[in-house]
C-alpha cells in the first residue's frame, strides 16, 4: 500500500511537492471516513433487520436523550436504516456502503479514480433494480423491497400491469447481464465448454488417482523417492518410473499404461492455461472495439456535420429530355451511303447493325466473307467523302466483337448534360473512392470511372475541343459525391480565368501551402512550391502508411475510422488530393525540370497515398508530354487534336483527329479506346454549386500542405547589411521572440507578402540568425533571447 502511494508521487508533479503531500494527506483522511461511515452503516443495516420492531418507537424520538434504540448503532442506526432501508431501497441499501468503503479504499489508497463513477452508477442501477424486483416478488415482506420498491412497482402496475412490470424486470437483468458482464451466446457457449472440459479433467484425475495410488507403493517400496516431479522434465520422470515398477516385482504393470496415467493428469492443466493465453490475446483489438463500442466509428465528417450535398436542380437540362432523337431518314441515308460505297470498291456487307449515341452513330458491319479488314480501314477518306461528313472514324475491327465500326456524326448532335450523367443510376449507385462521370457512351450509357483506381489523368487537345468543360465536368462530379473532409483540390490555372469560380469553396475543398494567400495557384513559382510541398506530404503519409501497417490510403482511413490508429501517434484522417493542372504545357515550358521531376516523382508514388493528378494540356508534343509522365498516365483523355501525331503522343493511336470537337473525346485506360460524348457544364451552373456550397459552414482554413519554401532560399547567402529589408530587424524579434524560424509568421506578425517574407528568412539565415531550410519543419533559431539578438546587431555596427 504504502509503496503504491510513494510511487505515484514523483510521477506526478514533481515541482508542486508541498501542496501534493496535503492533498493526499486529505485523501488518506476522507478515505477513511468513508471506510469507517461504510462500516457503521453496515452494521446498522444489518441490525435493523432484527431491531427494528423495537426501534419504531423511538424513531420520533431522536433528540430526547432518554430513550434509547437497540440497534448496534443506537439511534443513529436506528434513523439512518429506517431512512435508507424502510423508507428507500429495502435490502440493495446494503450496496451503499460496499460502494463507500470501495471510494474510501481508492481514496485511502491513492489509486486512480477513473472506475468509481462507473461503478457508483452501476451500484445504483442494481439498488433499483433489485428494490423493484423484490418490491414484486415479495410484496408481503416490505422490508427487503423498501418504500421505494413497492411505490415504484405500485406505479409502473398502474401503467404496465403485472406482466408489464415482469418483462421490464427481465430486460434490467438482460441489460446488466450484456453490458456489465458482457454476456453473448458465444461467452455461454465457450463457458459450458470450458466447465466441460474441466470436469473431464476431472474425471481423468481421479480415475488416475486410483491408480497412482498402485504405483506409489512401489515407489516407498523402492530405494529413494529423491526425484524432484517437474513439469518440463517428464522424460526423466519415466524411466525412474520404470525403473521403479520393475523394481517391485509385479509383472501385471504394464509400462504404457502407467505412462499415461502418470503424464495424462498433468495435460489438461496445460490445455487450461493455453485458454487463457487466448483471452489475453484478444484484449488489445478489444480496446478498439470498447472505443468503437462507447464513441462509434471515427467520422471524418463531423466537423461539417450540416454538410449539404449540392443539389440537381443546380444543374442545367440544357434543353435536352435525356433521350435521343432518332432520324430515321438520317440513318437511312448513311447506311445506303456506306453500303455504296464499299460496293463500289467491291466489299460485301453481310449485315449492318446501328448504334445511335448523343454525338455520333455507329455503324456495325459484318463484312462479306474473304474481305480484307485493311482494305475497309484504308477507304476512311473515302468514306467520309461519300457521306459528305467529318469526323468519320473507322474501327477495324472492333474488339471482342468480330466487326467493323464506322462512326458517323449525327447531323444535330445532342448535348449531354451533366445533370443527365449525375442523376443516373450508375453515377449515383457509384461505389467508387473518387468517382467521376465523364459523359455517355456511344450507347448513350453513363460513362463512370473511378479516379482513384486511374490513378492519374492526363487530358489533351487542340484549344476550344472541350478540355476546360472536361475539366469542370471531373470537379463537379466529386463535388456532388464527397464531403469536404474526404477530398481536397489543387487547382493550377496559369490562365487564371478558368478555375477561379473554385475559390468560392477554398475553405472546404481545397488545399494550398501554409504562407500563400490564394488557393488556387496561378503564378509558376508558386507551383514549384506546392508540388514539391506534395512531395513532403506524399512522404510524410507513406511514412503514416507505414506505421500503421497497411498498404494505401483506403486500409488506412478505414483502420483509423475503427479507432485502431492512435491520432496522439500522429495518426490523422488523410483525404484524397486532387491535383488539377491546365495548361500544362505552359507549366513546363516556363518552369521545366525544376515542376517536372517533383511530378515525375508524384505521378510515380503517390496513388497508394491518395494523390491523384489530373493534367490537361493543349500541346500534346513529346516535350511536354515526356516519355517519364506517359508511362505514369494510363488513363488519358484525347479530346479532338490538329494531327495524326497529336493523337498518337498521347492516346498511342491515331483517332483523336478524327474528333468532332465540342466535348467529343476518346478515353483509354491501356489498351481499349472508348469514344465518350463529354457531359457539358456550363460556367454558370459550376457558379451556381460553388455558391451553394460556399454559402454553407466551412472549416476555418483551407486544408494546410507541408510548408516549403523552395530552394531559392539556400542560394542568396551573402550577409549583405546595406541590402537587408527594412523590416529586417522586425522580423528577427519577432524569430526570437516566438523561437520558431517560419516565414509564415513573418508574413502573419509583420504583416508582408510572401515573397518579401521568404526574402527575409533567407537574410536572417546569411545573418546566423535562423538555420537552414528543413522541408515540412520550421527552421531553427540560432538566437535564444533578445540579449543576444542585440549583441549581435551591436557588433555589427562596429
Ligand atoms: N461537352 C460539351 N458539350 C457541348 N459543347 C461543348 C462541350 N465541351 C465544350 N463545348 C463547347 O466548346 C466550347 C469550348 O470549350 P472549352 O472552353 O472547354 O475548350 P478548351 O479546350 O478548354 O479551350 P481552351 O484550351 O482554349 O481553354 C465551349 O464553350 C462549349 O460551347
Known amino acids: 500500500m504504502a509503496k503504491k502511494a510513494k510511487k505515484t508521487k514523483p510521477a506526478s508533479t514533481p515541482k508542486k511537492k508541498a501542496t501534493f ?24 443495516f444489518i441490525s435493523f433487520y432484527f431491531t427494528w420492531q423495537d426501534d419504531q418507537s423511538m424513531l420520533s424520538e431522536f433528540a430526547n436523550r432518554n430513550e434509547k434504540a437497540s440497534n448496534l448503532l443506537n439511534k443513529f442506526g436506528a434513523n439512518i436504516s429506517h431512512f435508507f432501508i424502510y423508507k428507500g431501497f429495502g435490502i440493495a441499501s446494503l450496496i451503499i456502503p460496499f460502494l463507500l468503503s470501495i471510494t474510501g479504499l481508492y481514496l485511502f489508497l491513492g489509486l486512480e479514480k477513473k472506475g468509481i463513477l462507473k461503478k457508483w452508477i452501476w451500484g445504483f442501477i442494481f439498488i433499483i433494480w433489485i428494490s423493484i424486483a423484490l418490491g414484486f416478488f415479495a410484496i408481503k415482506q416490505p422490508l427487503l423491497g423498501g418504500l421505494v420498491g413497492y411505490e415504484m412497482n405500485d406505479f409502473l402496475q398502474d401503467y404496465a400491469g403485472k406482466i408489464g412490470v415482469l418483462l421490464l424486470l427481465l430486460f434490467g437483468l438482460i441489460f446488466i ?26 474425471f481423468k484425475t481421479s480415475t488416475s ?31 525412474s518410473i520404470k525403473k521403479e515398477i520393475k523394481l517391485s516385482d509385479d ?37 478498439a472495439k470498447k472505443l468503437v463500442e462507447d464513441f462509434g466509428e471515427f467520422d471524418p465528417t463531423l466537423e461539417l456535420g450540416n454538410y449539404k450535398f449540392p443539389i440537381l436542380d443546380l444543374l442545367d437540362k440544357h434543353g435536352t429530355t435525356g433521350s435521343i432523337t432518332i432520324n430515321q431518314e438520317e440513318l437511312e441515308e448513311n447506311k445506303n451511303k456506306i453500303v455504296e460505297t464499299l460496293k463500289n470498291y467491291k466489299i460485301g456487307i453481310a449485315q449492318i447493325k446501328a448504334t445511335i449515341g448523343p454525338t455520333v452513330t455507329l455503324y456495325e458491319i459484318v463484312p462479306e466473307a474473304g474481305v480484307r479488314i485493311s482494305k475497309i480501314k ?48 450508375k453515377f449515383q449507385e457509384a461505389e467508387m473512392e473518387l468517382p467521376i462521370a465523364f459523359g455517355k457512351t456511344i450507347s448513350n450509357e453513363t460513362f463512370v470511372v473511378d479516379l482513384a483506381k486511374m490513378p492519374h489523368l492526363l487530358m489533351a487537345g487542340a484549344t476550344g475541343q472541350g478540355k476546360s468543360v472536361g475539366l469542370n465536368a471531373v470537379l463537379t462530379s466529386l463535388l456532388y ?44 513559382a508558386k507551383v514549384i512550391n506546392t508540388v514539391n510541398s506534395l512531395c513532403i506530404e506524399m512522404d510524410d503519409r507513406y511514412e503514416l502508411l507505414k506505421k500503421a501497417m497497411v498498404r494505401n490510403l483506403k486500409e488506412y482511413n478505414h483502420k483509423f475510422k475503427s479507432r485502431k490508429l492512435n491520432p496522439e501517434d500522429g495518426h490523422k484522417f488523410l483525404p484524397y488530393i486532387v491535383l488539377v493542372i491546365d495548361e500544362f504545357a505552359d507549366l513546363i515550358m516556363t518552369a521545366g525540370k ?60 491515331s483517332g483523336a483527329d478524327q474528333l468532332i470537337g465540342r466535348g467529343d473525346m476518346l478515353y483509354t485506360q491501356g489498351n481499349d479506346v472508348t469514344r465518350i460524348q463529354c457531359a457539358f457544364v456550363d460556367t454558370p451552373e459550376v457558379e451556381k454549386i460553388t455558391e451553394y456550397i460556399g454559402s454553407q459552414r466551412a472549416y476555418p482554413e483551407a486544408h494546410e500542405l507541408p510548408e516549403y519554401s523552395g530552394e531559392e532560399s539556400g542560394t542568396s547567402l551573402d550577409n549583405n547589411i546595406s541590402e537587408r529589408d527594412a523590416m529586417f530587424r522586425d522580423a528577427a524579434e519577432v524569430i526570437v521572440i516566438a523561437q520558431q524560424g517560419s516565414a509564415s509568421l513573418i508574413q502573419r506578425k509583420l504583416k508582408l507578402g510572401y515573397n518579401r517574407a521568404g526574402r527575409i528568412i ?37
Open 594 to 653: 525544376e515542376v517536372e521531376t517533383p511530378i515525375a516523382r508524384l505521378a510515380q508514388l503517390a496513388r497508394a497515398i491518395g494523390i491523384h493528378l489530373i493534367i490537361a494540356t493543349q500541346r500534346p508534343s513529346v516535350n511536354v508530354i515526356t516519355g517519364i509522365i506517359k508511362a505514369n498516365f494510363p488513363a488519358r483523355i484525347a479530346f479532338r487534336v490538329t494531327s495524326k501525331i497529336d493523337s498518337r503522343t498521347i492516346l498511342d493511336a
Open 177 to 202: 447481464l450484456v453490458r456489465l458482464f458482457k454476456f453473448s451466446p458465444e461467452n455461454i457457449a465457450s463457458y459450458i465448454k470450458h466447465k466441460k472440459q474441466s470436469l473431464e479433467s476431472d
Open 21 to 44: 503531500k496535503l492533498s493526499q494527506q486529505n485523501k488518506i483522511l476522507l478515505g477513511s471516513i468513508f471506510i469507517l461511515f461504510s462500516i457503521a452503516l453496515f452494521f446498522s
Open 378 to 425: 484504308n477507304l476512311e477518306d473515302d468514306i467520309a467523302l461519300s457521306l459528305a461528313a467529318l469526323g468519320i472514324r473507322i474501327i477495324a475491327p472492333i474488339p471482342g466483337k468480330g466487326t467493323i465500326g464506322i462512326e458517323v456524326p449525327n447531323k444535330n448532335s445532342t448535348i449531354v448534360s451533366m445533370r443527365s450523367v449525375i442523376a443516373s443510376k
Open 762 to 798: 533567407d537574410q536572417l539565415e546569411a545573418a546566423g540568425i535562423v538555420g537552414p531550410f528543413e522541408g515540412s519543419k520550421a527552421r531553427q533559431v540560432y538566437v535564444p533571447d533578445m540579449i543576444a539578438l542585440e549583441e549581435i546587431f551591436n557588433n555589427e555596427k562596429k
Open 209 to 239: 488417482k486410483s491408480s497412482k495410488e498402485e504405483v506409489v507403493v512401489p515407489l516407498d517400496k523402492g530405494e529413494k523417492n529423491t526425484v524432484i516431479p517437474d513439469a518440463y522434465t517428464h522424460k526423466e520422470e519415466i524411466p
Open 251 to 287: 509383472f501385471e504393470v504394464t509400462v504404457p499404461e502407467e505412462e499415461k496415467e502418470v503424464i495424462k493428469p498433468e495435460v489438461p492443466e496445460v490445455a487450461m492455461e493455453v485458454e487463457k493465453v487466448v483471452e489475453e490475446n484478444e484484449e488489445p483489438s478489444s480496446i
Open 481 to 524: 459525391k464527397k464531403h469536404p473532409a474526404e477530398v481536397k483540390f489543387v487547382l493550377v490555372d496559369p490562365k487564371k480565368v478558368e478555375l477561379t469560380l473554385f475559390n468560392k469553396i477554398e475553405r472546404h475543398f481545397l488545399a494550398k501551402l501554409p504562407d500563400s494567400a490564394e488557393a488556387i495557384l496561378t503564378d509558376n
